[in-house]
């Protein structure tokens, strides 16, 4: 949940505060946009928001538990989680939009290098937050781990 808060966070402020991409109020349906196409996020009017924040949660929940399955593999390791998390962004992004580009035909260019810089920061600020917290529930015996 953390990751999906910040990552909302910076694309209030960068995306719609700095590059001035979109309105504040089109972070929550872009998701929507982005898998289903944007007429179909036009069509279902309100509900674009309520599936779009949906998507954005259901995702950024399972990338935490996936980031809490693989992390005590690498703590055994000596691994500080923050390092960790700046590979898993990268990994997320590509999977992610490698997904929404299989999905639909509305997507940003993903061979743009502002694009690609934009979404890798985007994701170190979902990754890290993400890892932080997780280092600190496995740490503190919140979540029990099988590993």
Same mark, same amino acid.
């Given at each position: 949940?953390?990751?999906?808060?910040?990552?909302?966070?910076?694309?209030?402020?960068?995306?719609?505060?700095?590059?001035?991409?979109?309105?504040?109020?089109?972070?929550?349906?872009?998701?929507?946009?982005?898998?289903?196409?944007?007429?179909?996020?036009?069509?279902?009017?309100?509900?674009? $928001?309520?599936?779009?924040?949906?998507?954005? &949660?259901?995702?950024?929940?399972? +990338?935490? !538990?996936?980031?809490? #399955? /693989?992390?005590?593999?690498?703590?055994?390791?000596? $691994?500080?989680?923050?390092?960790?998390?700046? &590979?898993?962004?990268?990994?997320? +992004?590509? !999977?992610?939009?490698? #997904? /929404?580009?299989?999905?639909?035909?509305?997507?940003?260019?993903?061979?743009?290098?502002?694009?690609?810089?934009?979404?890798?920061?985007?994701?170190?600020?979902?990754?890290?937050?993400?890892?932080?917290?997780?280092?600190?529930?496995?740490?503190?015996?919140?979540?029990?781990?099988?590993?």
């Amino acid at each position: 949940m953390a990751g999906a808060i910040v990552i909302w966070i910076y694309e209030a402020l960068i995306w719609v505060g700095v590059q001035h991409l979109m309105p504040l109020a089109g972070i929550p349906r872009n998701a929507t946009g982005l898998v289903f196409g944007k007429a179909f996020q036009e069509s279902i009017g309100i509900w674009a $928001y309520v599936i779009g924040t949906a998507i954005h &949660f259901v995702f950024a929940i399972g +990338w935490g !538990v996936l980031f809490a #399955a /693989i992390w005590p593999y690498f703590r055994r390791r000596g $691994y500080e989680a923050t390092f960790v998390a700046l &590979f898993y962004a990268i990994f997320a +992004w590509i !999977v992610m939009h490698v #997904a /929404i580009a299989i999905a639909s035909d509305n997507h940003p260019n993903y061979l743009d290098p502002i694009v690609i810089i934009g979404g890798f920061m985007s994701h170190f600020c979902f990754t890290v937050p993400l890892a932080l917290v997780v280092k600190r529930m496995l740490a503190s015996g919140a979540v029990e781990s099988n590993s």
